[in-house]
């Protein structure tokens, strides 16, 4: 099943309000930024280690593997 995202706004939309427009662009906004937080925290999270281990990987002199996951 395919998700849909909805950009409605919640609040009241009385008479004098500001425009829907603006209030739609600052709330898009802050979910975008919210998501892809969140999605940057995860590829941090996960991404890490294994960046340690490519790096220590391509350093002079060449480990083997097991040297850079062994805790000696």
Same mark, same amino acid.
């Given at each position: #099943?395919?998700?849909?995202?909805?950009?409605?706004?919640?609040?009241?939309?009385?008479?004098?309000?500001?425009?829907?427009?603006?209030?739609?662009?600052?709330?898009?906004?802050?979910?975008?930024?919210?998501?892809?937080?969140?999605?940057?925290?995860?590829?941090?999270?996960?991404?890490?280690?294994?960046?340690? $281990? $490519? $790096?220590? #990987?391509?350093?002079?002199?060449?480990?083997?593997?097991?040297?850079?996951?062994?805790?000696?």
């Amino acid at each position: #099943m395919a998700s849909r995202v909805s950009l409605k706004t919640k609040g009241k939309g009385g008479k004098g309000s500001k425009g829907s427009d603006e209030k739609s662009t600052t709330q898009c906004l802050k979910e975008w930024s919210t998501w892809a937080m969140k999605k940057a925290k995860v590829v941090t999270h996960y991404g890490f280690i294994p960046l340690v $281990i $490519i $790096i220590g #990987m391509n350093s002079e002199p060449k480990p083997q593997l097991y040297q850079l996951l062994s805790p000696v």
